[in-house]
């Protein structure tokens, strides 16, 4: 079984935002593959079900991203998980422009409030992340109001492909590995 947990904040407000990407990815997954959010555990939206023959548990935690760990560390001590090979974490990247996505098997928070959550409930930095690019703030602007806002028209259905690539991402995950995805995905220019 694998938890593929998405980061974002639950408020309708948060909706489209660079922040909520993770969201994204996971109502993209819910979608393609049927399996209703109408649940609620371990401080999350849930959706059970397969995926390409793989059971999945989806997740939306709603703690708000700088508390993700909470809801993903109760779900992961429940089904006795092992993190570092049955869990995948969609975040949001400033350090990567829109249309690329990066696969980490491990490593630090590099900032991000939602994977030092998760790092410090689990009591490790070994579990699968898919980081996707938003873009970095613009010059001199503030990062919260720069992670809160939403994608610009133009960008909107390179954002849409992106979403759709990263949850093909999460499938070679559970298919074939996270070195496989990682030799598929890192690096890869995405383009509408």
Do not use: W
């Not at 990815?25 to 555990?41: M, R």
């Not at 989806?58 to 760990?69: A, D, E, F, H, I």
């Not at 109001?145 to 499938?171: N, Q, Y």
């Amino acid at each position: 079984m694998y938890i593929v947990a998405g980061l974002g904040n639950p408020d309708r407000k948060y909706a489209g935002t660079r922040h909520n990407i993770g969201f994204d990815v996971i109502t993209y997954l819910s979608d393609k593959y049927n399996i209703s959010l109408s649940k609620a555990g371990f401080k999350s939206k849930l959706g059970q079900g397969f995926i390409e023959g793989e059971k999945v548990l989806l997740m939306k935690p709603q703690t708000y991203m700088n508390l993700s760990g909470e809801a993903v560390g109760e779900a992961v001590n429940f089904y006795k998980l092992d993190a570092a090979s049955e869990l995948i974490i969609v975040q949001d990247d400033i350090d990567l422009p829109p249309g690329n996505i990066r696969i980490r098997a491990k490593g630090s928070a590099g900032g991000h409030n939602g994977i030092k959550s998760i790092i410090s409930h689990l009591g490790s930095n070994e579990f699968i992340r898919i980081k996707v690019g938003v873009g970095g703030k613009p010059e001199g602007g503030d990062l919260a109001c720069h992670v809160l806002s939403g994608f610009d028209r133009d960008t909107e259905p390179l954002i849409r492909k992106v979403i759709e690539v990263a949850g093909a991402a999460v499938i070679t995950i559970m298919k074939d590995g996270a070195e496989a995805a990682m030799n598929k995905y890192n690096g890869m220019k995405i383009e509408v």
